[in-house]
Each structure stands twice: as structure tokens, then as C-alpha cells.
Nanobody, 126 residues
Framework: QVQLVESGGGLVQAGGSLRLSCAAS????????MAWFRQTPGKEREFVAG????????DYADSAKGRFTIFRDHAKNTVSLQMNSLTPDDTAVYYC???????????????????WGQGTQVTVSS
């Protein structure tokens, strides 16, 4: 059984930082792209950051560039998102996702991903 479990969310003041982590189990995702998405009520799930199977390519939403960093650890089968300079606009439920396709480019849309975590809440206060 494949599971992705996020952790690290919480309440932080504007300008602060959080590190989200996603632990995968049931199979290795060392050959697969992984990504972080976020969602607020009434809105579509939006891409935040992605990393390909070899971690030599990363992708970021414009809103995340310069502030967020995605990285992975194949040995631990994890993917993390370091978030700095947080603003209230970053408030959302954050999800990690994994693509079942191997050695493929990193998808930038939620529909392309096959495995999802349960989400972790990030709330940024003013």
C-alpha cells in the first residue's frame, strides 16, 4: 500500500518560515517526479513546486520562486519544501504528490499525479 504523509504545517507569522516534509511508504519514488500543491476553499489545487526523478530539475510557481525550495532524499524516500518569507497569501492546505510515471518530466498540473498525501495546514498570520 502506497502512502504519502505530510508533516510540518502550522501557524506562523508573516515573514516566518516552515519546512514541510512528505514521507512516502509502500514503494520507492526514486524514479518518479514529486511535487507540492496547495489548495484553499473554493479554489483549484495549484502547483507550488516540483522535482524530477533525478533532482536535477526543479520547477516553481511564480509565487514560490525565490522563497521556496523543494528537495528530496531518495534514501529516505522523502520530499520536502522549505518555505521562507511567508505571507498570508501562502495560507492553504499543502499536499505532496507523486507521479506513477518513471523518468518523466515533472508535471505541473494536479491531474497528472497518482498518489497524494492527506495534506497539512499552513496558516500565515498578519
Amino acid at each position: 500500500q502506497v502512502q504519502l504523509v505530510e508533516s510540518g504545517g502550522g501557524l506562523v507569522q508573516a515573514g516566518g518560515s516552515l519546512r514541510l516534509s512528505c514521507a512516502a511508504s509502500g514503494r520507492s519514488f526514486s524514479r518518479n517526479a514529486m511535487a507540492w500543491f496547495r489548495q484553499t476553499p473554493g479554489k483549484e489545487r495549484e502547483f507550488v513546486a516540483g522535482i524530477n526523478w533525478g533532482a536535477f530539475n526543479t520547477d516553481y510557481a511564480d509565487s514560490a520562486k525565490g522563497r521556496f525550495t523543494i528537495f528530496r532524499d531518495h534514501a529516505k524516500n522523502t520530499v520536502s519544501l522549505q518555505m521562507n518569507s511567508l505571507t498570508p497569501d501562502d495560507t492553504a492546505v499543502y499536499y505532496c504528490a507523486a507521479d506513477s510515471a518513471q523518468f518523466s518530466k515533472t508535471p505541473l498540473v494536479a491531474d497528472a499525479y497518482d498518489y497524494w498525501g492527506q495534506g497539512t495546514q499552513v496558516t500565515v498570520s498578519s
